[in-house]
């Protein structure tokens, strides 16, 4: 929640100091880039919320917390690669695709041990 309180923050930041006016999503290239950081995180937080969920109820709470603290670490370092230049999100972009993944395989296995 916090890491989307603070994308929402950079939203309204890049709003300001551009003077974009709600409910506009275009303008400046760096707004529309941090616009467009925090709308893409935003689209991804359900999903890696229910495999953290599932993975961390079924497969093993450390594993899984781990993988979602380096999940979020990843996608504060795409928000800030975004913001600065669209190339600046593909490592991150990788790296936190990779992680829900690895979320998605430790939830199935934790899925498949608990009803098998």
Do not use: D
């Amino acid at each position: 929640v916090l890491f989307s309180a603070y994308f929402a923050m950079q939203v309204i930041y890049a709003r300001r100091k551009y003077r974009i006016s709600p409910p506009e999503t275009t303008g400046h290239p760096e707004f529309e880039r941090t616009f467009r950081a925090q709308a893409n995180c935003s689209e991804y937080f359900p999903i890696f919320i229910s495999l953290l969920w599932v993975a961390g109820i079924f497969f093993h709470q450390g594993v899984t917390a781990a993988c979602g603290l380096l999940y979020l670490y990843s996608r504060l370092k795409y928000f800030q690669g975004y913001a600065v230049a669209a190339q600046g999100r593909l490592g991150p972009l990788y790296t936190s695709a990779w992680l829900l993944w690895v979320l998605v395989g430790l939830a199935l296995a934790g899925l498949l041990a608990h009803f098998l």
